[in-house]
């Protein structure tokens, strides 16, 4: 039945408890923000894992001294389902024995590591950013596809380079070796080549992918999280679809409210061109790429250190590629390399620059220039690009960083590029080229959240409570859920309370904590002579209605709602 | 990089694939359509595994032979990017010969056992039915949580009985240890055990859950599938929050549209009583109880079979069983049960007995009396359950079962009950009673699926297609993409094809497969004179107007669209 676990050592957890206060103390003191809310976060679940295994304690003595005392015993339920187990029942009394023995195996309340609950305010805020991202997909005519969240071992296996060690394997419990997928876009380069019969298509895939990284709760990095992905596959005529992933991208965070964000742009071939007349050996390109990629974070001095002490290059040729990373601009830019001397001569650089300048001619015309700017230091790490590559970055605030300033620990909000040779590597007989973009859902939702915390939202969405008001045994109970009843069946969102008997402020302090516009107090005395008081404080309405008129009435008044 | 995968053996594979195809000839004699449909997904399954197997030989003897030409080289693109990898360029070889070793190493392109992908059109039916679902949800005040997909494995374990075999656990990689989540109830205890200022919640949890179990295309039985749960949760009178959630349950069901369906109900006491009453030993009341599950498949001589032969249950015993079990009603039967000289005496099944009174009496006000069956053959198979439990099934056809019968191969499409103890099991400091009501999204979805086969219907929402007409190396693609970017600035959406010079039979194509209401068609002679062509054959609109005006006119049309 129930696992043996080892019962909690309570000392130990004390001991754990206690270290992790003092850092809290220390890391206030020290005045660095974010240790300090990593500590916090750490204390929280400290205090959880250590109150638990007080609680697994407590009933593993009570077990051990013969008392079947139910939980919920003590709670004062008036529901008699709730009271049952404390019957003399032999029933009740095995489901008792049973739970006594759970509780004492010593349950440590808590989610896996880098996974977290979220609560329904949370969520609202998601939902609602999912649905402003998903309205922008359907609007550029894109459709959704399903996979499933594991994948044969086999398909995702040599996708990631070093990152494939951060798949989470399933147990081999017999049959296949599967685990859960990486990301979405191999997932997607699966699909295409499974299915020989979609040869172009825009889709969009909204999904938690599973990393094994060290999770960071205060930067947002989790080891389950979302993905929001637009692809767009088929042979198409150049830069066009790209374009519109660029402008969905922008579309997408304009319509988020995100402040201050630009998207940086650049192009494979240009980077593979300029790393190549430069004099980076052709075995070095990869990773000479992801030393530039580190620009956003760290200083030009500090890349080329590292370009030259641990990858080996030749100080001249860090230099020049110094002096190449560090412009950025738009068209005029694209003017600079067609008439570089070095880049001139390179056809694959070449080729990107003329694919820059046709992306931007195509953003001109979707009058997205402001949003954009072609900047060589942008790389994108995953092997994968073989054209544009883009990321939209926050702009950090003009004043001094100080605690609203939303960039703070958030990197890239969103990111992609064209990958024309990924659905190759699964199917050996067509190739779908195919260019994208990720949005960074959860630190767009970080970001949303910062936002949100000042102002006052609901998770409900219900527009009308209706209330049993006065005194007496029964509260109108049939006359509420009565009138619940015909509010769902003209489709409004409706709500009353749980009890025949319920305490008005208890009914007052649920609309309140819900922002519930509109409520219908139903007094015995006002329903016998068939009238109800309808209030709604934002309309200023606070009036008695004939009870068989007030659905009609509280139609009218809903369209003029906030 | 890549995993070494043993090679396909192709004869193997043949020789299966022959044997699957003789099963579906077999089964087509035999006149076993549930066998023939899943004979021919075996077969489409077999007939991919060989067809990837061939391909992925292929590429390994090409390889052999120092071949590298590029997978796409003949596929005729017309995107320079798409090109690239056949131009003597060391990057793009270095990259051709991953392809092909890729390749050669012997994908077999499927998704895991019991799993699938769902393709856009399948999608949009889904994401329908999960819209319509929510929608209920919602109006009844309901918010939404998200729990991890897996969780610490001692959550799981002994909460499913035998079927704690069918949990999928997660390789120990180092740190927990994980499983993947067999339901969304347990994860919700949980999370109330864990947010203790939590005592009361109507939260409803649409997510994916895992099973080990054998799948079956055909029954819609999949290992990894969607459950889509409301539950309320907190110490309330009786039966209110019970009512409502049958009444939730018939509020989806009715504006899923599905046809022809009832609602069971029971009550755990009564059930419990009535095997005390019959003489059914304590020991043996849960086995007894899944026998009587089974009466929905069953007959009645072979589940009594079953309890004496198998379960050793005493003939007599059974057949007061049988007395009971046949009986179904509505409030009269309340009355017969009240009065029932053996159950009067138990006073468990009379609590339960009083609990349907209150119950019908809450459901006729609510309006759902003609939806629903008082039936004692209800059991439900789960342990947890405490109070009322409830059961949507859909009811046969009228006419002779045929093809279009929806309820072959269909069980329940809704379910749940009340679990007053599941919350105590991961908190010994309180009891949170809950109830609930679980959607079979799966089975709905079948349903959905076969009822919107016969209409035609597209998975992108695109109002309106912009076209390039005429002859020309350009036709317009500048001017397409201003139109489709100020129709994306209005909210409207839009495509145009991805082509300089578009077919125009391959635009009209795409407006015909994805019901794309409205057209504008820009010749270039027109657009040259600020005139373009607004087609909408719904509304019988084919009319030049000047280009400054085409957004305001499609505005105007929208609104009449069906």
Chains 1, 2 share one sequence.
């Not at 960071?216 to 519109?244: C, H, L």
């Not at 190759?424 to 949100?452: D, H, K, Q, T, Y």
């Not at 009565?482 to 208890?506: C, H, N, V, Y």
């Not at 509109?518 to 068939?530: M, R």
């Amino acid at each position: 039945m129930v696992d043996p676990a080892v019962p909690a050592d309570l000392a130990a957890l004390t001991a754990q408890y206690e270290a992790v206060r003092q850092r809290v103390k220390d890391t206030k003191k020290s005045g660095d923000a974010a240790a300090q809310t990593a500590a916090i976060e750490d204390l929280k679940q400290a205090q959880r894992t250590l109150s638990a295994a007080k609680d697994a304690s407590k009933a593993a003595a009570k077990a051990a001294a013969g008392s079947a005392a139910a939980p919920g015993a003590a709670a004062g339920s008036t529901d008699a389902a709730t009271k049952a187990p404390v019957k003399a029942d032999p029933a009740a009394a095995a489901a008792l024995s049973t739970e006594a023995e759970t509780a004492s195996s010593g349950y440590v309340l808590k989610v896996p590591k880098g996974t977290r609950d979220y609560l329904p305010k949370e969520m609202a805020i998601r939902e609602r950013m999912f649905d402003t991202i998903r309205a922008v997909f359907k609007r550029h005519g894109g459709v959704t596809i399903d996979t499933p969240v594991f994948e044969l071992r086999d398909i995702l296996m040599g996708k990631y380079g070093e990152d494939s060690k951060l798949i989470y394997d399933l147990q081999d419990q017999g049959g296949e070796l599967c685990s859960l997928r990486y990301d979405l876009t191999v997932p997607f380069a699966r699909f295409l080549a499974m299915n020989t019969d979609l040869s172009t298509i825009k889709r969009y895939h909204i999904g938690k992918v599973y990393r094994r990284d060290q999770p960071s709760v205060n930067k947002g990095r989790m080891r389950e999280f979302f993905q929001t992905d637009w692809d767009i596959a088929g042979i198409y005529d150049p830069m066009i679809p790209d374009a519109e992933c660029v402008r969905v991208m922008v579309e997408i965070l304009t319509d988020l409210k995100i402040p201050r964000w630009r998207v940086k742009i650049n192009h494979r071939k240009i980077l593979d061109g300029m790393f190549d007349v430069c004099g980076v050996p052709e075995d070095k390109i990869r990773a000479i790429s992801s030393a530039v990629d580190k620009l956003d974070k760290m200083a030009w001095a500090e890349v080329r250190k590292e370009m030259i002490d641990e990858k080996g290059l030749d100080p001249q040729v860090a230099d020049r590629i110094g002096e190449y990373v560090k412009l950025s601009g738009l068209t005029e830019l694209v003017d600079t390399l067609a008439q570089d001397p070095r880049l001139k001569a390179n056809a694959r650089a070449q080729e990107g620059v003329e694919d820059m300048r046709l992306l931007f001619r195509y953003l001109e015309i979707y009058g997205v220039m402001d949003k954009v700017v072609f900047d060589l230091s942008l790389a994108r790490g995953l092997d994968y690009y073989t054209g544009i590559i883009y990321e939209a970055v926050l702009l950090p605030s003009s004043e001094a960083a100080g605690e609203d300033d939303l960039t703070v620990g958030v990197g890239s909000i969103a990111a992609g590029g064209r990958y024309d040779n990924l659905v190759g590597m699964f199917s050996n007989n067509r190739s779908v080229p195919c260019v994208g973009v990720s949005i960074g859902v959860e630190r767009v939702f970080a970001i949303l959240s910062r936002m949100e915390a000042a102002k006052a939202s609901a998770a409900v969405d219900t527009r009308v409570y209706v209330c049993g008001m006065g005194k007496g045994d029964d509260l109108c109970t049939a006359q509420r859920m009565k009138l619940a009843s015909e509010l769902w069946d003209a489709g409004i969102a409706a709500e009353f309370m749980f009890k025949t008997k319920p305490r008005m402020q208890a009914q007052f302090d649920y609309v309140d904590a819900n922002h519930i516009p509109i409520v219908v107090n139903l007094f015995p005395k006002d329903v016998a002579e068939g009238i109800v008081t309808l209030k709604c404080a934002e309309l200023g309405v606070n009036a008695q209605v004939p009870r068989g008129e007030v659905v009609a009435e509280i139609q009218k008044l809903l369209p003029q709602l906030a």
